[in-house]
Each structure stands twice: as C-alpha cells, then as structure tokens.
C-alpha cells in the first residue's frame, strides 16, 4: 500500500507568454530558476523568473510573475 504523499503539488505554470511549460533549472547546489520550455537556444521566448535558493521559491517567483 502506498501512503498518499503530503507535499502540495507545486508547479510551475505555463508561460504566459507562448503557453510552453515552465522548466525548473538548476546551477550550482541552491540556483534555481524557471524559465519557458521555449526559451533561448529551444525556441524564441524570454520568459524566466528569477532566481531563487530553493526549488519552491524559484516556482513561487515564476508563478507570480506569470
Ligand atoms: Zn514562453
């Protein structure tokens, strides 16, 4: 029997400018950040958030600029 988990599914939404999904990136050992599936090098969108120590909070930054 599995035990349902009790982390809130926190996730990135989708951009808000092209509707691709947002990517949680990571550098370093605590550089996060989210950015658009489309961007840079994968496509032509700059949406990013900015960068954050932890995994939640680079979410919590894209989310609440999107
Ligand atoms: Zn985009």
């Known amino acids: ?3 349902p988990t009790d982390q809130p599914a926190l996730a990135a939404k989708p951009c808000s400018k092209c509707g691709s ?7 370093g050992s605590n550089r996060y ?8 090098r994968n496509g032509n969108c700059s949406a990013i958030g900015q960068q954050a120590s932890s ?8 989310n609440a600029q999107h």
């Open 1 to 3: 029997m599995t035990q």
């Open 55 to 62: 995994r939640k909070e680079a979410i919590r930054n894209w």
């Open 33 to 40: 950040w989210v950015q658009c599936a489309k961007f840079g």
């Open 21 to 27: 999904p947002g990517e949680v990136t990571k550098s």
